[in-house]
């Protein structure tokens, strides 16, 4: 089930927050603490307001709430408000047995009984939800996601707690799969808000139109992109997209990852299928790959990886999603000399594919070994990035490869002592804002703009080929 955590202040606004979302929700949890004050009493007639079933929740301040209430007044005010038709009724896993939870089984609502922990994952998680089950109906823990060791160790608690009704909610950006997967974890629900009222949730209509996260069974072939910082990707809109439209029973997720060994052991855990790679980690799986392509093995990064034939497999597709918006320029000879920016896993693919062209490349980095690695490979120049300013004027292309850009940082330019001269190509391989501080900055001189996205879908469809064995659908557009 999804479940709409709602955010309102007022009853009124709740109700529409339920018919805006209706169509991609099961259930709503009302949360008392978030209404003003002279709503609270008439909250037990909100059931007959909606056509949904209710969770009942006046969280406590401790337990990421804000209930200012004493414990006594708050459970009067649960007492009074279990009169009201609510399917569930959430109450803490420290609060004794008591009349709120003898008035919820007798009116016959469900209990959940929850854990919160906003700093980390208890080292006794396990047992902590048997101890939640043995209390009430439903154990819920809600947990603060500090690193991919947290999560999978949130993935092997279906393992551990087979059979035992529970919600298993991971928060933060480490967390974000944990709540696209929940079924995985054998949760009975996700939660999802307009406004993030937990950290990490996402909307209603991304679980249920972009994930289809209600619909994963069994069969479900998990696929995903790895990277550090990774939630502004739009990755998973090609690839979610394009598995609808072809009706393959496949889901794409994003993972914020800052291990890249326990990452592959997730993936072998939960048998994944095969995953993009994006910043910082396009070199390092190279480690990790029984089998690679001829292009992974002459750039020296790879992008993507695919299981076959029980092995992790390495492809580059950025080499010719960066090539294509560039195509045009390359055969008209426009573009005989480049300045590549940065010297990170995407610049490998770049340079070895400008140099396949017979383009003169110079690389600017601000840590000059990095820099030398590619140009060695790739027998072109290179220089420290506070040096760019000596090419201005003097290349046909530059192509900024860095994160510089990218928020937080949408302000910031990589080379801010660089002026473009007007004739210049310039191409930004940054997708998400489109049109970044280096980008303007060419664009205030008249220079021919090329943009992330461009390289990211065309890169994109490769990878679906190589995930799906299908091509693209030509009449999906993921708008990007």
């Known amino acids: 089930m999804i479940c709409l955590t709602l955010s309102s202040t ?8 339920i018919k805006r979302n209706r169509e991609y929700i099961d259930l709503a949890e009302l949360r008392v603490d978030l209404l003003a004050r002279e709503e609270i009493r008439k909250a037990r007639e909100f059931p007959k307001m909606v056509d949904v079933p209710l969770i009942l929740t006046l969280r406590r301040k401790e337990d990421g709430g804000r209930s200012t209430f004493s414990e006594k007044e708050r459970r009067e005010i649960l007492l009074y408000l279990l009169d009201g038709d609510f399917s569930y009724v959430d109450i803490e896993g420290d609060i004794k047995r008591g009349d709120v939870e003898q008035k919820a089984r007798a009116r016959g609502i469900r209990i959940i009984r929850s854990y919160h922990n906003f700093s980390s994952v208890p080292e006794d998680i396990y047992s902590k939800i048997y101890s939640l089950h043995q209390k009430g109906d439903i154990a819920k823990v809600a947990v603060k996601l500090n690193s991919f060791q947290d999560v999978l160790t949130l993935f092997k608690v279906e393992e551990e707690l087979k059979g035992i009704e529970k919600i298993v909610i991971g928060m933060g950006e480490f967390g974000v799969p944990t709540r696209i997967l929940y079924k995985k974890l054998g949760s009975m629900l996700t939660f999802a808000s307009e406004s993030e009222v937990a950290p990490g949730q996402l909307s209603a209509r991304d679980l249920k139109t972009l994930y289809r996260a209600d619909m994963v069974d069994d069969r479900t072939s998990i696929y995903g992109i790895i990277g550090n910082p990774v939630m502004h990707t739009s990755s998973p809109k090609i690839h979610n997209l394009g598995f609808q439209a072809i009706r393959f029973n496949a889901i794409y997720v994003p993972f914020l ?3 890249i060994r326990l990452f592959f052991a997730f993936a072998e855990y939960m048998h994944l299928k095969g995953f993009s790679v994006t910043v910082p980690f396009k070199v390092d799986v190279l480690s990790y790959l029984g089998n690679i392509t001829r292009e992974v093995k002459q750039i020296g990064s790879c992008n993507t990886v695919v299981r076959v034939r029980g092995m992790w497999k390495g492809i580059n597709t950025d080499y010719y999603g960066f090539i294509k918006p560039i195509e045009k320029e390359l055969e ?8 590549v920016i940065g010297a990170g896993g995407a610049s490998y693919a770049i340079v070895w594919a400008l140099r396949n062209r017979g383009v003169k490349v110079v690389i600017l980095n ?9 140009a060695k490979i790739n027998i072109c120049q290179y220089d420290s990035i506070d040096n760019a300013s000596n090419y201005e004027g003097k290349v046909d292309l530059v192509v900024q490869t860095t994160s510089v850009g990218l928020y937080p940082h949408e302000d910031e330019s990589p080379v801010p002592n660089f002026h473009f001269t007007g004739k210049e190509i310039a191409y930004d391989i940054i997708y998400k804002p489109r049109m970044t501080r280096f980008l303007k900055d060419a664009s205030e001189k008249g220079c021919i703009l090329h943009f992330g996205s461009e390289m990211l879908l065309d890169q994109g469809k490769l990878q679906f080929e190589a995930f799906s064995g299908y091509y693209y659908p030509s009449w999906v557009d993921p708008g990007l």
Do not use: F
């Not at 007022?10 to 927050?17: I, M, P, Q, V």
């Not at 008209?332 to 300045?339: C, D, E, H, P, R």
């Not at 601000?366 to 590619?374: D, F, G, M, P, V």
């Open 10 to 17: 007022t009853l009124r606004d709740a109700e529409e927050e």
């Open 332 to 339: 008209s000879g426009k573009i005989k000399s480049a300045l």
């Open 257 to 259: 990852v800052d291990n």
């Open 366 to 374: 601000r840590t000059l070994s990095h820099a030398e690695r590619i």
